[in-house]
C-alpha cells in the first residue's frame, strides 16, 4: 500500500512538474498581454514534432537544445501576425482567435506527420528504472523533472535580475507606465510570448519521450495548466508553480484510492479555492478581479 | 409609428416568414429539413449565450457544459424516467439552469479574462462526468437508446419523430418561446441594467445597482436557455453527445454569436446559419475541414470583429 501510495505521489509530483511548465507560459502570456492563448497546446504538439524530426539528425540531446527554440521563433511570428493587432481589443477576440489557430495547428500537423502517433527515442540510460527496489522510476522521469527545475530555476533568474525579466514583471503590473518610460512595449510583448512558447515547445519535447506524439496530445495538457493558474492565483508566477505541483499530487493521490475521479479532483480543488480565497492561493488582491 | 419602427417591423415578419417557410425553400436550395432544425437549434444556442455575452457583457467560455447538460438531462429523462417530449425538454432545461445557477456563484465575481478562464475550467467538468460515468451516460459513446415521443394533445397525436416538417415546426415552435421571452427580458427594466453593467459596469455600481447578484441572474438565466437548446438538440439527435459538453462547442458558440454580430439581437442566429451549413459542407468535401473552421475563426477575428449584422450596418451608416 505504502508502495502504491508513493508511487502515485511520486508520480503526480513529474505530472505536477509538467503541467508547472505548461502553465508558466500561459501565465507569462496572460499576466502581460491579458491574451488566454488557447494555441498554448498547439505549441508544445509543434516543439514536440520538431524534435520528432530532427532526431534522427542530431539525436536527442540535440533536439531537447534545438526544438525549444525552434518552436519559440515560431511563435514569434504567430505573434507578430495574428495577435498582434489584437492587444487592447476585448480579451474575447484572442481568445477566438488563438482558438481557432488550435484547430489549424491541430489539423495541420496530422496533414504533416500523419494521425498515427509517432515514438521518440530516447537515450538508453534514461529509459532505464532507477532501481530494482524503485521500479516505477525511470530515469527518464527523474531527468524531466530536473529539466523542468532547472527551466524553472532560469526562468525566475530571468525575471529577477535581466532587464527584460524586470520589465516584465514591471508590465504586468503596470503596463502603461512602462510605455510612458520609453519602454517598447510592442518588442516586450513579443519577447515575452516568445519565452512563454518557448516552455511550451520544451514541454513538447519531454512530452514526447514519455508519451510519444499525436497530433491531439495538446488540448488534453491545456485544461490542468489553466486550473494550475486559477489555483494558484491570477498573476503570481510562483502561484502557478505550486498550484501545478499540488494538483499533481492530487491527482496522484486520487488515482490510489478512486481511479476514476482522478481527473474530477482538480476541478474540485478549483471550485474549493474559489470558494474559499477566491483570487487564488498567491493571487494579489484585486488582480484580474 | 415612426419609420424606425415600421422598418423594425418589416425586419421581423421577414425573419419570421423566412423562418416558417424554411422547410419549403431550403429544400429547393439543396439543404434538407434537418439541417434547418439544426440551425434553429444551435442559433438557439447561441442566442442564449449571447444574452450573457452580447448584453451584459461578460464573457462566458463554458456554456457548452450547460448545453449538454440540458441535452443529458433530456436523454435521461426520455430513458428513464417517462416518455413525455415536453417533460424532457423541462427536465433538460432545468438540469442546466440549476447546474449554471449554483456554478455561477463562484463565478460571478471574476471579470474579463478571469471570467473566461473560470467558466471554461468549470465547464469541463461536466464533460468529464458524462466521459466517465459510462453506467449512466454511455460515456465516450454518448447516450443512446432514447427517441423524442408523439405530441398528445388529448384529441389526437403529433407524429415529431418520422415527420421532418412536423418536427422542425415543433422546433419552431419552442424556439419562438424562448426568443419571445429573451426578448422580453431584455426589453424589461432588467434587461437595461444589463445593458447598463455592459456599457459602464463601474458608474452602474455607483447608481446603486447591485451588480454581481444581476450578473448573477443574467448568467443563471442564460443557462436556462442554454439547457432548454440543449434538450431540443437531443431530441434532435435521438442522441446525446460528450463533446456536445466539452469547450470546443461553446468556441463554436461564441463564434456563433460573434460571426452573426454579438450586439444585435438575431445575430447569433444569422452566425449559426452561416457556421452550421460551412461546417455541413466543408466536412462533407475535405478531411480537413478543421483547418478551415480555423481559418474561419481568424478571418472573422482580424476582418470581421463586429460581425456579419455589425459590418452590414456599419457600411449603411
Known amino acids: ?289 | 409609428m415612426s419609420a424606425e419602427q415600421t422598418r423594425k417591423l418589416i425586419v421581423l415578419a421577414a425573419i419570421w416568414t423566412a423562418l416558417l417557410l424554411a422547410p419549403y425553400w431550403m429544400v429547393p436550395l439543396g439543404g434538407y429539413t434537418a439541417l434547418a432544425t439544426r440551425v434553429l437549434v444551435l442559433g438557439l444556442a447561441a442566442m442564449s449565450l449571447n444574452f450573457l455575452l452580447g448584453f451584459t457583457g461578460v464573457l462566458s467560455f463554458g456554456h457548452a457544459a450547460y448545453f449538454g447538460l440540458g441535452a443529458y438531462g433530456a436523454g435521461l429523462t426520455l430513458k428513464f424516467l417517462v416518455l413525455s417530449t415536453p417533460l424532457a425538454l423541462v427536465a433538460g432545461m432545468l438540469l442546466g439552469g440549476l447546474c449554471g445557477g449554483i456554478l455561477g456563484t463562484l463565478i460571478v465575481r471574476r471579470r474579463g479574462v478571469y471570467f473566461a478562464m473560470v467558466t471554461i475550467a468549470f465547464g469541463q467538468v461536466f464533460y468529464y462526468i458524462a466521459f466517465q460515468w459510462s453506467s449512466l451516460t454511455g460515456g465516450d459513446d454518448g447516450l443512446r437508446g432514447f427517441s423524442r415521443q408523439p405530441l398528445d394533445f388529448g384529441l389526437f397525436k403529433l407524429d415529431i419523430l418520422s415527420s421532418a416538417n412536423n418536427f422542425y415546426f415543433f422546433v419552431l415552435f419552442c424556439f419562438a418561446l424562448a426568443v419571445g421571452a429573451m426578448g422580453f427580458i431584455l426589453r424589461s427594466p432588467f434587461g437595461r441594467t444589463m445593458i447598463a453593467i455592459r456599457e459602464n459596469e463601474r458608474r452602474s455600481r455607483f447608481l446603486g445597482i447591485p451588480v454581481e447578484r444581476h450578473i448573477w441572474i443574467a448568467f443563471t438565466l442564460s443557462c436556462f436557455f442554454m439547457g432548454f437548446a440543449g434538450a431540443l438538440y437531443a431530441l434532435v439527435n435521438n442522441f446525446a453527445d460528450p463533446r456536445g459538453l466539452h469547450y470546443s462547442q461553446s468556441g463554436d458558440f461564441v463564434m456563433m454569436a460573434v460571426m452573426g454580430g454579438m450586439r444585435s439581437f438575431w445575430g447569433p442566429l444569422l452566425g449559426a446559419a452561416v457556421f452550421v451549413v460551412l461546417q455541413d459542407y466543408l466536412s462533407s468535401v475535405t478531411v480537413n475541414w478543421m483547418s478551415f473552421v480555423g481559418l474561419l475563426f481568424v478571418l472573422v477575428v482580424l476582418f470581421f470583429p463586429r460581425g456579419l449584422l455589425g459590418f452590414l450596418q456599419r457600411s449603411k451608416a
Open chain 1, 1 to 289: 500500500m505504502s508502495q502504491l501510495i508513493l508511487f502515485n505521489v511520486t508520480n503526480g509530483l513529474i505530472i505536477g512538474a509538467f503541467y508547472v511548465l505548461m502553465a508558466l507560459g500561459l501565465s507569462l502570456i496572460l499576466n502581460l498581454s491579458n491574451v488566454i492563448n488557447f494555441a498554448h497546446g498547439g505549441f508544445l504538439v509543434i516543439g514536440g514534432y520538431i524534435a520528432y524530426t530532427i532526431t534522427p539528425y542530431i539525436g536527442f540531446w540535440g533536439a531537447l537544445l534545438l526544438a525549444p527554440p525552434l518552436t519559440a521563433v515560431i511563435g514569434l511570428v504567430v505573434e507578430r501576425v495574428l495577435i498582434r493587432p489584437l492587444y487592447g481589443r476585448d480579451p474575447l477576440y484572442s481568445l477566438l482567435l488563438t482558438f481557432g489557430l488550435a484547430f489549424m495547428i491541430e489539423d495541420g500537423t496530422r496533414f504533416i506527420w500523419g494521425a498515427q502517433g509517432k515514438p521518440v527515442t530516447i537515450p538508453a540510460f534514461l529509459a532505464q528504472p532507477l532501481s530494482s527496489e524503485l521500479f516505477f522510476i525511470t530515469n527518464y522521469r527523474l531527468f524531466m523533472v530536473a529539466v523542468v527545475m532547472v527551466a524553472v530555476t532560469l526562468l525566475f533568474l530571468l525575471l529577477r535580475y535581466t532587464r527584460l525579466g524586470i520589465r516584465i514583471r514591471a508590465g504586468t503590473l503596470d503596463l502603461e507606465t512602462v510605455a510612458a518610460l520609453g519602454i517598447n512595449v510592442q518588442m516586450l510583448r513579443s519577447l515575452n510570448f516568445a519565452v512563454g512558447i518557448f516552455l511550451a515547445g520544451l514541454s513538447g519535447v519531454l512530452a514526447a519521450g514519455q508519451l510519444g506524439l499525436e497530433p491531439t496530445m495538446g488540448t488534453g495538457l491545456l485544461m490542468p495548466s489553466f486550473i494550475a493558474i486559477i489555483v494558484g492565483g491570477i498573476g503570481s508566477l510562483p502561484g502557478t508553480l505550486i498550484g501545478g505541483l499540488l494538483i499533481g499530487v492530487a491527482s496522484g493521490l486520487t488515482a490510489v484510492f478512486l481511479p476514476a475521479a482522478s481527473e474530477a479532483v482538480i476541478y474540485v480543488m478549483m471550485a474549493v479555492v474559489l470558494l474559499i480565497r477566491p483570487r487564488g492561493l498567491f493571487g494579489e488582491e484585486g488582480m484580474m478581479s
